[in-house]
């Protein structure tokens, strides 16, 4: 098993930029992927950007060439960092992991892009 914990969402303007991390409480090295979903009112929960224990990283269409995923493995944490944050960014965001073939969820964090 893993547990998830989110920390950084908030309020912010658009065109401004954010960092949320997600902290696991084991090693990536048994997770085989950590990712970053999202889930707007009334939609259905997305993905934004997920990155392997290997290092390889995919984006949601809508985030590409602004949100950027990384990982610290010394600290057993996940990063997404937002650019150019736009209105439609808002959301709950949800951090997700791998492990053995069994999906685990954070709690989410808020992140509300408004002027």
């Known amino acids: 098993q893993v547990q998830l914990v989110e920390s950084g969402g908030g309020l912010v303007q658009p065109g401004g930029s954010l960092n949320v991390s997600c902290a696991a409480s084991?090693?990536?090295?048994?997770?085989?992927?950590m990712a970053w979903y999202r889930q707007a009112p009334g939609k259905q929960r997305e993905l934004v950007a997920r990155?392997?224990?290997?290092?390889?990283?995919n984006y949601g269409d809508s985030v590409k060439g602004r949100f950027t995923i990384s990982k610290d493995n010394a600290k057993n944490t996940v990063y997404l960092q937002m650019n150019s944050l736009k209105p439609e960014d808002t959301a709950v965001y949800y951090c997700?992991?791998?492990?053995?073939?069994?999906?685990?969820w954070g709690k989410g964090t808020l992140v509300t892009v408004s002027s």
């Open positions: 997700h992991a791998l492990l053995d073939g069994i999906s685990y």
């Open positions: 084991r090693s990536f090295f048994s997770i085989y992927a």
């Open positions: 990155i392997t224990n290997g290092g390889s990283t």
